[in-house]
């Protein structure tokens, strides 16, 4: 069998070589500038001469850090999510740092727990959407730091946030249904713990009672599939001509489940969805929607986190206002 074979070489062997200490080789190794550079390069050539590499997992005890970051992030199953994933790991891997990944599964009591534990085993942390109650987010702090928050703000503290301004992304869905006619608007809730849907709940409030004339109907949902594929019988039941959903998955069942009862979207109610996820314009009909830029809330929380771990100030608040996307889930109310 040929090949080249794995180094023994250990850190005593290229301390024995270049006549130095273990300590000595260990600063070299792991970039430290108090050694001697005479010495530091006869350690390198040892180092070389043996085909030695420092262990991975020694060099991030010798310096403090794991060169990892997390991610937790509420239901995984959402490709909202997903694309928030693939931007922030993409993003720190380009810097030489991996992500690990938790998901709470919309229970709230897990967040904390997760958080903690994951923070634990790395460099810093990026919580999207966290559904803990903002005195508990404030508590964490401390222990979390580094961190970064996508879709959630803590007024008052120092950690960078980027959030989108769902209130301006419902203003204009609902604009564009009243165009339409629309005067009855169910709105299928998402999560109560959620500050999203706390938002987005308080903007259609906000122009229900704000002389826009029309009706607006609050059903208790959830954030997934499921939930709207179960919430159309009780859409059909209220006589309104529009759905407003919490978002996209939401709106995805729920347009099965009109599908199911027979009932043709839009011809017999126009629904809406909120985030723009990849299958939105795959849907029968195209679904209408606010398109969220998840690509780059990804992105700029690595280099948010980035400066925190560099040792500088990022505490920007950055809000981002959602497109409104037109397509045929919506039309003319009869």
């Given at each position: 069998?040929?090949?080249?074979?794995?180094?023994?070489?250990?850190?005593?062997?290229?301390?024995?070589?270049?006549?130095?200490?273990?300590?000595?080789?260990?600063?070299?190794?792991?970039?430290?500038?108090?050694?001697?550079?005479?010495?530091?390069?006869?350690?390198?050539?040892?180092?070389?001469?043996?085909?030695?590499?420092?262990?991975?997992?020694?060099?991030?005890?010798?310096?403090?850090?794991?060169?990892?970051?997390?991610l937790?992030?509420?239901?995984?199953?959402?490709?909202m999510?997903?694309?928030?994933?693939?931007?922030?790991?993409?993003?720190?891997?380009?810097?030489?740092?991996?992500?690990?990944?938790?998901?709470?599964?919309?229970?709230?009591?897990?967040?904390?727990?997760?958080?903690?534990?994951?923070?634990?085993r790395?460099?810093?942390?990026?919580?999207?959407?966290?559904?803990?109650?903002t005195?508990?987010?404030?508590?964490?702090?401390?222990?979390?730091?580094?961190?970064?928050?996508?879709?959630?703000?803590?007024?008052?503290?120092?950690?960078?946030?980027?959030?989108?301004?769902?209130?301006?992304?419902?203003?204009?869905?609902?604009?564009?249904?009243?165009?339409?006619?629309?005067?009855?608007?169910?709105?299928?809730?998402?999560?109560?713990?959620?500050m999203?849907?706390?938002?987005?709940?308080?903007?259609?409030?906000?122009?229900?009672?704000?002389?826009?004339?029309?009706?607006?109907?609050?059903?208790?949902?959830?954030?997934?599939?499921?939930?709207?594929?179960?919430?159309?019988?009780?859409?059909?039941?209220?006589?309104?001509?529009?759905?407003?959903?919490?978002?996209?998955?939401v709106?995805?069942?729920?347009?099965?489940?009109?599908?199911?009862?027979?009932?043709?979207v839009?011809?017999?109610?126009?629904?809406?969805?909120?985030?723009?996820?990849?299958?939105?314009?795959?849907?029968?009909?195209?679904?209408t929607?606010?398109?969220?830029?998840?690509?780059?809330?990804?992105?700029?929380a690595?280099?948010?986190?980035?400066?925190?771990?560099?040792?500088?100030?990022?505490?920007?608040?950055?809000?981002?206002?959602?497109?409104?996307?037109?397509?045929?889930?919506t039309?003319?109310?009869?």
């Amino acid at each position: 069998m040929s090949g080249r074979t794995r180094s023994t070489a250990t850190i005593s062997r290229v301390a024995e070589a270049a006549g130095v200490s273990r300590a000595t080789v260990s600063r070299v190794m792991n970039g430290r500038s108090t050694v001697a550079p005479e010495l530091a390069a006869r350690v390198l050539a040892a180092a070389e001469a043996l085909d030695y590499a420092p262990s991975p997992v020694a060099r991030s005890l010798a310096l403090g850090r794991t060169a990892t970051i997390a991610l937790i992030v509420p239901d995984l199953s959402n490709p909202m999510f997903q694309d928030v994933l693939r931007s922030l790991s993409l993003a720190a891997g380009e810097d030489g740092h991996r992500l690990l990944i938790a998901e709470s599964n919309e229970h709230v009591e897990d967040e904390e727990i997760l958080a903690i534990e994951a923070r634990r085993r790395c460099d810093g942390i990026v919580l999207a959407s966290p559904r803990l109650p903002t005195e508990d987010l404030r508590r964490l702090v401390p222990q979390l730091a580094p961190m970064v928050l996508i879709n959630r703000k803590l007024p008052g503290s120092d950690v960078p946030s980027l959030s989108v301004d769902h209130g301006a992304g419902i203003s204009d869905l609902v604009s564009h249904l009243l165009s339409l006619g629309h005067r009855k608007i169910v709105y299928l809730a998402g999560p109560p713990v959620a500050m999203s849907n706390v938002e987005r709940l308080t903007a259609l409030r906000r122009l229900s009672d704000n002389g826009r004339q029309f009706e607006l109907i609050q059903l208790a949902c959830g954030a997934m599939f499921d939930n709207g594929h179960a919430a159309a019988g009780e859409v059909m039941s209220t006589g309104a001509t529009a759905v407003v959903a919490y978002n996209d998955m939401v709106a995805f069942g729920a347009l099965s489940g009109l599908h199911e009862l027979g009932v043709s979207v839009p011809d017999q109610i126009s629904v809406t969805g909120f985030d723009d996820i990849p299958f939105a314009r795959f849907t029968t009909p195209p679904l209408t929607t606010a398109a969220v830029p998840t690509g780059t809330l990804g992105r700029q929380a690595w280099e948010h986190l980035r400066e925190q771990l560099q040792g500088h100030s990022s505490t920007q608040e950055t809000d981002f206002r959602p497109r409104l996307l037109v397509r045929g889930s919506t039309g003319r109310t009869t």
